[in-house]
């Protein structure tokens, strides 16, 4: 297993998901170069699975990752939480070696970003 999607995350992408016009959609996980600490995190949608990508199924929910971001998000827990300033999903990557306070940022063991803007 590669990632961890908690049952809040779940519920919220299942029903992002719904919004999609795409027959066959896949939550894309990955790893940018930017913000203040040189990664940055990429979630979003994707409606197809490249040669360069593994593919799983995690919590029901379609997940396709870049075969080259897979070291530095293994184990990563995605959730979603809810409080009176609204929602947002977390992640909690357990390799990560720095987080930036804005919460979308990181530095990882072996590979080196580019820090930009958060």
């Known amino acids: 297993m ?7 995350a779940k519920l919220q992408i299942q029903d992002m998901m719904k919004e999609e ?21 990429q979630l979003g949608f994707d409606y197809e699975v ?4 593994n593919q799983y199924i995690e919590n029901d929910i379609p997940v396709v990752i870049a075969k080259m971001d897979q070291p ?6 995605i959730d979603y ?14 390799n990560a070696i720095v987080s930036c ?5 990181f530095k990882a063991d072996g590979r080196v970003g580019v820090p930009g803007d958060c």
């Open 50 to 53: 490249k040669e360069t990508d």
């Open 2 to 8: 590669s990632i961890v999607i908690t049952e809040q």
């Open 101 to 105: 306070g804005c919460g979308s940022s």
């Open 72 to 77: 530095i998000i293994e184990n990563t827990t």
């Open 21 to 41: 016009t795409a027959e066959n959609v896949y939550l894309r996980f990955g790893v940018k170069g930017g913000g203040c600490s040189g990664l940055s995190y």
């Open 81 to 94: 939480k809810q409080n009176m300033m609204g929602g947002g999903f977390t992640i909690d990557n357990p």
